[in-house]
């Protein structure tokens, strides 16, 4: 019914940058918050960023001031733009949305994950 694919993962150095992409697609009636998670080797998955229908943000405080949420309603995508990025930063990111569906269930969905790998 909808799905969430997420592009621009991959490789990166120390103090560099990437952007994440999260398009979905599917039977959508309307898109209310999407977010970014991230996952690490041994660890939980946790929230990294957020984004509400009216472009309110937050943010995990290990990110504050190097990522950056924003979305594109018309293109039903959202962003993050990480900067200075750290190894610690190292994960699989995972695109998340609340969406409400043509046929009126509100209900969460994921996207399948892209890698993260910084080096040091």
Excluded: H
């Amino acid at each position: 019914q909808v799905q969430l694919v997420e592009s621009g993962g991959g490789l990166v150095q120390a103090g560099g940058s990437l952007r994440l992409s999260c398009a979905a697609s599917g039977s959508i009636l309307s898109i209310n918050a999407m977010g970014w998670y991230r996952q690490a080797p041994g660890k939980q998955r946790e929230l990294v960023a957020r984004i509400t229908s009216g472009s309110s943000t937050n943010y995990v405080d290990s990110v504050k001031g190097r990522f950056i949420i924003s979305r594109d309603n018309a293109k039903k995508t959202v962003y993050l733009q990480m900067n200075s990025l750290k190894p610690e930063d190292t994960a699989v990111y995972y695109c998340n949305a609340d969406v409400r569906t043509t046929n009126w269930i509100l209900k969460q969905y994921w996207g399948q994950g892209t890698q993260v790998t910084v080096s040091s």
